[in-house]
């Protein structure tokens, strides 16, 4: 069943309703429930994958504080939206292996991160050829404009309600649907998504990376900053303070902790509805 049209946004204009449609009615997006990241102990599972990869499955349900059935069925669904791929460990002893666990890096690690991928690129491909305000090979190689499909999409499906600027390589996004999560789970849940930024981001060929992230920019919204090593970093329109997107789980965290608490103490307001998509990340 294909998803709700909605507007696809690479630039500051988003696409009109006609051509949004004409998006989901040509190529049917897959529906689920944001990715699977939308449950607390799914979150700390993906975080104990990232932070120390290769290990077990009872490993992982030990620092997760889960039952082992439980985390065995949280991997299945993170494999199957392709965060996370399995192999067997060689421990140097006899007997069948154990599997271990790692997050996908590259799309070719993972059947469906490889699939994500290529519809990306052909709901990217498309989208230019019936709008070609939308494409920015001037600026952008093809390359870099896949990396761009591929980041809309996740963000897109994982409910972020994107906005690209392709020609600043900033993305404004408004994590609403996180914010119970956030408030019992802030660190690990920024900690996830910035590292799953990155992997979006490294899992195709292309010279972009994560350069900045700017986290709440409002109670509500944040900013992520891309980058290329023969492109000049955008300076973004925000007061709120960046941090380097390669930082440590603890100094994204930290950092994350920071910005939270001081636009809540400017007197931002914590209603999400108050604040509408294509404003996300460039509210002071």
Known sequence: ???????????????????????????PRRVGDYRGLTEES???????????????????????????????DHLRVLEAEGFVHSAPVDTGRRGRPPMGFWPVQRSENSPAAQQRADEA????????????ELDHSASLDQDAQHQLDVLYEHLEDAGMEP?????????????????????????????????????????VDGPLKLRKLHPFTTAHSCLLVLGAD?????????????????????????????AQRRVLENGHERDCSAVSPANSGNEE
């Open 163 to 203: 906005v690209i600027n392709a020609e600043e390589l900033t993305v404004g996004v408004k994590p609403c649907i996180y914010q119970d999560l956030l408030e019992s789970e802030r660190p690990v849940v920024c900690a996830v998504h910035a590292k799953l930024v990155r992997q979006q981001l490294d899992q």
């Open 1 to 27: 069943m294909p998803k709700p049209a909605k507007n696809f946004t690479l630039t500051a204009k988003p696409l009109c309703l006609e051509m949004s449609a004409c998006y989901d009615a040509c190529m």
């Open 121 to 132: 690129a052909a709901r990217g491909a498309m989208l230019r050829r019936i709008d070609p």
């Open 230 to 258: 023969d492109r000049t970093e955008a300076t973004p329109e925000t007061k709120a303070p960046g941090i380097d997107g390669d930082r440590t789980d603890a100094e994204l965290q930290q950092f994350a902790l920071e």
């Open 42 to 72: 799914r979150i700390r599972l993906l975080h104990a994958v990232q932070r120390q990869p290769a290990r077990s499955l009872k490993e992982l349900a030990d620092e997760a504080d889960l039952h082992i059935n439980t985390a065995r």
